[in-house]
């Protein structure tokens, strides 16, 4: 029978180091929100090849004191926490106190600290959570710390670990949303050597977003601000004709902590119901604010799931700011009328209303009008010209009636030379026109062999009408259906996607986890047409299949789709086929040619073709009996 025991210390810290170091990012974040909790106002961090390796976090906070340092690295050990009461307003990014101690179990750890007014630092090495004597050691105020090859005394964990790119932009990620969350803190983030994201930490939010998310999406950006109940709302929302192709431009903070929040977002987009072209979704950068008692936040180990006291309070509170101020930007600005009297006195008004003398310049004068022309007298008239007035050859001449005053002189044709007679063009026989009679071009929509249903048309340019020997009437989605029937296609080809190289390279700005997402499966993309490459922070397109109109628009799909389907290898396959078969597929609105309908339509009645890709229906079925209710024939 086994017998219960507790585990050994180094092995308990193992276990637990798996469960919240899950990756490099997830220990930088930990180590950020420290140096965030510690007061600092710039914050570096620099890694290598994405950085398992080694990563480095500097900041000019408070400092650790020489004798906390060996405690700081102990489990549950935090500066954040007194009492259980303070579990019911947490204020704090970090709490728990396990990031240190999990960090170290895992890897090899150098800290240097030095508190401000201090005479020196101190610095401490572990290695396996196994830490060293302090010795002083020269250094800036603040806290600096140095990880290198983590997961090496965890090998197993080490397989699971993604591509450098991949867990850079990741960990790229990170430091961007923390740069949002507290635009009063300068953020530099360096990645083998490059700097790829510094802030102003100027105080001001459009700055920061500027810095982080480009200038693009700062460009397209309008200020919200308002409050309901006890929620305070600030921050950026796109315009309407700015929308995005995916959720991922969607970030909420909540007291400085950036949350993932299906409430929050559903209120954004309700916001926006009516405003947004069909298949867009709209950004923002939204922080509320609300008392640490009102939201919890020690819902999940990654702490950005928080829970709210009241849902509806946060849900109206974004839902209403937000839609007031798209309001107010589609209202017509109104030009202030300033009324005279508050712009002048009545002396000044008075003398405006004088007629003033007009000034002339010496040597100037003024043309007067022109009299009016005097009318000609008969006896004064010009006496006409004798006009020359040849007939035209091989037509009879008929002189014109004479009018009074005037005089005709008839010159006769110039005869041909005699030498050079000129004979008379023979006459060509044009051989009759023989009349035809064109038929105008029979279309038919039904198939050549006997099928058991008949095409009746199609209506909006979108759904197929056809009937059925049962005398059932079907509603058919093009769009639909042909996307099936393209997806089922990628899936079962064996040969490679036809592909075309792009012209120019087009570089695609994604959020960081949707490029780390993307990053992860580029042998998964190239096997399906995209060529694609880490390029700093977006992703450099160079090939894309042959039947993509909109590469960007298709790769910010497949970023969402990717990261979704992460942890499934199959389904992150299934998701870009879709994507593919959508982009690719018959769009709704569009001429389509008979021929092609009758393919759909065939397919259809066989049963092979159900549902779309995404579980949409593909056909609707209205039997007789349901049309004769309608009309009250039944």
């Known amino acids: 029978m086994p017998q219960i025991q507790q585990l050994p210390p180094h092995l308990a810290d193992l276990i637990a180091a798996g469960a919240v170091v899950v990756s490099h990012p997830s220990g930088c974040a930990a180590r950020l929100e420290n140096a965030l909790d510690a007061g600092a106002s710039a914050i570096a961090a620099e890694s290598e090849k994405g950085g398992p390796t080694y990563i480095r976090i500097t900041d000019n906070g408070c400092g650790i004191a020489p004798e906390q340092l060996p405690t700081a690295f102990l489990r549950h050990a935090t500066s954040k926490l007194r009492r259980p009461e303070d579990l019911a307003a947490?204020?704090?990014?970090?709490?728990?106190?396990?990031?240190?101690?999990?960090?170290?179990?895992?890897?090899?750890?150098?800290?240097?600290?030095?508190?401000?007014?201090?005479?020196?630092?101190?610095?401490?090495?572990?290695?396996?959570?196994?830490?060293?004597?302090?010795?002083?050691?020269?250094?800036?105020?603040?806290?600096?710390?140095?990880?290198?090859?983590?997961?090496?005394?965890?090998?197993?964990?080490?397989?699971?670990?993604?591509?450098?790119?991949?867990?850079?932009?990741?960990?790229?990620?990170?430091?961007?949303?923390?740069?949002?969350?507290?635009?009063?803190?300068?953020?530099?983030?360096?990645?083998?050597?490059?700097?790829?994201?510094?802030?102003?930490?100027?105080?001001?939010?459009?700055?920061?977003?500027?810095?982080?998310?480009?200038?693009?999406?700062?460009?397209?950006?309008?200020?919200?601000?308002?409050?309901?109940?006890?929620?305070?709302?600030?921050g950026y929302v796109t315009r309407p004709l700015n929308g995005h192709g995916t959720r991922g431009r969607q970030l909420f903070f909540v007291n400085g902590r950036f949350v993932k929040s299906q409430l929050l977002s559903a209120a954004l987009e309700e916001a926006y119901r009516n405003r947004l072209l069909k298949g867009k979704f709209p950004g923002c950068v939204l922080h509320l604010t609300l008392p640490e008692d009102r939201v919890d936040v020690n819902v999940h180990p990654a702490k950005t799931v928080v829970k709210f006291v009241s849902d509806k309070t946060a849900f109206d509170a974004v839902y209403y700011t937000v839609?007031?101020?798209?309001?107010?930007?589609?209202?017509?600005?109104?030009?202030?009328?300033?009324?005279?009297?508050?712009?002048?006195?009545?002396?000044?008004?008075?003398?405006?209303?004088?007629?003033?003398?007009?000034?002339?310049?010496?040597?100037?004068?003024?043309?007067?009008?022109?009299?009016?022309?005097?009318?000609?007298?008969?006896?004064?008239?010009?006496?006409?010209?004798?006009?020359?007035?040849?007939?035209?050859?091989?037509?009879?001449?008929t002189a014109p009636t004479a009018r009074p005053g005037v005089s005709y002189h008839i010159t006769p044709p110039t005869p041909a030379s005699a030498a050079e007679p000129q004979e008379p063009a023979p006459v060509r026989e044009e051989p009759p026109v023989q009349e035809t009679v064109s038929l105008p071009e029979q279309v038919t929509l039904e198939p050549p062999h006997e099928a058991p249903w008949r095409i009746a048309g199609e209506v909006l340019r979108t759904y197929i009408i056809c009937e059925d020997e049962e005398e059932n009437v079907w509603l058919i989605d093009k769009h639909a259906a042909h996307e099936r029937v393209r997806f089922d296609a990628l899936k079962a080809a064996a040969e490679p996607v036809m592909t075309q190289t792009l012209l120019e390279p087009l570089a695609v700005e994604l959020p960081p986890e949707d490029c780390a997402a993307v990053l992860e499966q580029l042998p998964l993309l190239e096997r399906y047409g995209f060529r694609c490459e880490d390029f700093g922070g977006a992703v450099l397109v160079r090939e894309v299949p042959g039947d993509i109109d909109d590469p960007a628009g298709a790769l910010e799909e497949l970023a969402e789709d990717l990261r979704l389907n992460r942890a499934d290898p199959d389904a992150a396959r299934d998701s870009l086929l879709s994507t593919m078969a959508c982009k690719s597929a018959i769009k709704a609105g569009m001429h389509t040619d008979p021929a092609e309908l009758r393919r759909l339509v065939d397919r259809v009645q066989s049963g092979e073709i159900q549902y779309c890709p995404n579980g949409r229906p593909v056909a609707v079925k209205l039997p007789k009996y349901e049309l004769e209710k309608m009309f009250k024939r039944a």
């Open 323 to 397: 839609m007031d101020a798209l309001n107010r930007a589609e209202q017509p600005a109104r030009q202030e009328e300033k009324p005279f009297y508050r712009t002048m006195t009545a002396q000044e008004f008075r003398q405006q209303q004088k007629p003033q003398p007009e000034k002339r310049p010496l040597g100037s004068y003024t043309a007067r009008p022109a009299a009016p022309a005097r009318p000609v007298r008969p006896a004064e008239q010009p006496a006409l010209a004798v006009r020359d007035v040849a007939p035209e050859p091989g037509k009879a001449f």
């Open 90 to 234: 947490i204020g704090t990014l970090g709490f728990r106190g396990e990031a240190l101690a999990a960090i170290a179990a895992v890897s090899r750890v150098d800290i240097f600290s030095r508190q401000t007014g201090a005479d020196c630092g101190a610095a401490l090495h572990l290695e396996g959570g196994v830490p060293a004597g302090v010795t002083e050691a020269g250094c800036p105020d603040g806290t600096t710390v140095c990880v290198r090859d983590l997961f090496y005394n965890t090998p197993a964990r080490m397989k699971f670990m993604k591509k450098d790119s991949a867990e850079g932009a990741a960990a790229a990620g990170v430091v961007t949303h923390l740069a949002l969350s507290h635009p009063d803190v300068s953020f530099k983030l360096l990645r083998d050597g490059q700097e790829i994201l510094h802030t102003p930490g100027d105080g001001q939010l459009l700055s920061a977003v500027y810095a982080a998310m480009g200038r693009d999406f700062a460009m397209g950006l309008q200020e919200v601000r308002g409050c309901g109940g006890d929620v305070q709302v600030s």
